[in-house]
């Protein structure tokens, strides 16, 4: 049974694709909480859409890089009553660099972020969603998870591929108890993304039509979860990537996908 008012965790709303859910899932009658390392954005972010949409959101700031932090953050729920009925799992960022130039906590800290919390969230959070017969998750990967691998940002590719794979066995396992999943895969979006990895100057040289809005691709992953589709790319010319990378040979599809790369990044994470 659907709740008269869903209540919709969303990680890393501090900013971009997040706080784009937070608002697009405020405006449908959803409360909310919001978790990131940013408090300060957070509150601000919750008190305007208090106002503007009279949710009611709970703000619950959380680090996603310690082994300990979906725990906590589940108990914290519990701790107030909170069911949630909405996991946008959203939090992550990119590790610039060759894979050897970074130090292995940094990578191990990657992996926890963006595969480890998002599954053990999953994990905690199902067992409610399907007591109670509703629940959606989305899982934030990227059109990086579903083409060929490139140099440089190693490990994003290989996360997001298992985002992906991770949210299609568990589309299945759920389908019948109410829960919809999906791997939510956008391409480039404006978000803050390439200003914290110090890619912006290179991403500008991108054509405008290969960007979408933050907006943009929470409005399709809303839309994607709400109809059970397991995996959705995000924006047309994104769809036509995939397309067309499932339809070259794999040897063709890889030299592509590294030629292009090397034109908006390095394997060592330099700006070439």
């Given amino acids: 049974m659907i709740p008269?008012?869903?209540?919709?965790?969303?990680?890393?709303?501090?900013?971009?694709?997040?706080?784009?859910?937070?608002?697009a899932l405020a405006a449908r009658g959803h409360d909310?909480?919001?978790?990131?390392?940013?408090?300060?954005?957070?509150h601000a972010l919750?008190?305007?859409?208090?106002?503007?949409?009279?949710?009611?959101?709970?703000?619950?700031?959380?680090?996603?890089?310690?082994?300990?932090?979906?725990?906590?953050?589940?108990?914290?729920l519990l701790e107030r009553g909170l069911h949630v009925d909405w996991l946008i799992n959203n939090a992550g960022y990119g590790v610039p660099?060759?894979?050897?130039?970074?130090?292995?906590?940094?990578?191990?800290?990657?992996?926890?972020?963006?595969?480890?919390?998002?599954?053990?969230?999953?994990?905690?959070?199902?067992?409610?969603?399907?007591?109670?017969?509703y629940g959606r998750i989305v899982n934030v990967a990227s059109l990086a998870g579903l083409v060929p691998g490139t140099a440089g940002h190693t490990l994003?590719?290989?996360?997001?591929?298992?985002?992906?794979?991770?949210?299609?066995g568990l589309a299945l396992e759920n389908r019948g108890h109410g829960v919809n999943v999906c791997a939510l895969c956008p391409g480039f979006t404006?978000?803050?993304?390439?200003?914290?990895?110090?890619?912006?100057?290179?991403?500008n040289r991108l054509p405008g039509f290969a960007w979408q809005t933050a907006e943009a691709v929470?409005?399709?992953?809303?839309?994607?979860?709400?109809?059970?589709?397991?995996?959705?790319v995000s924006g047309r010319v994104n769809r036509v990537i995939k397309t067309v990378f499932k339809l070259l040979p794999d040897r063709l599809a890889f030299r592509l996908s590294a030629r292009e790369a090397k034109r908006y990044r390095s394997a060592d994470g330099a700006q070439p």
């Avoid at 929470?218 to 959705?232: N, Q």
């Fill in 218 to 232: 929470a409005r399709e992953g809303i839309a994607a979860v709400e109809r059970g589709a397991p995996v959705h």
């Fill in 156 to 168: 994003y590719a290989p996360a997001k591929a298992m985002l992906i794979k991770f949210s299609e």
């Fill in 190 to 203: 404006r978000t803050e993304f390439h200003d914290v990895t110090g890619t912006r100057t290179v991403m």
């Fill in 4 to 23: 008269e008012h869903p209540l919709s965790l969303v990680t890393g709303a501090s900013s971009g694709i997040g706080a784009a859910f937070a608002e």
């Fill in 46 to 76: 919750a008190a305007r859409l208090h106002q503007q949409y009279g949710c009611t959101p709970t703000v619950l700031p959380v680090d996603l890089s310690t082994d300990a932090a979906p725990q906590h953050l589940h108990e914290a």
């Fill in 32 to 42: 909310l909480v919001l978790t990131a390392r940013r408090a300060d954005r957070m």
């Fill in 97 to 133: 660099g060759g894979f050897i130039a970074n130090a292995w906590p940094i990578h191990a800290q990657f992996l926890q972020v963006l595969v480890t919390a998002p599954i053990e969230l999953a994990w905690r959070l199902l067992p409610g969603m399907r007591e109670r017969g």
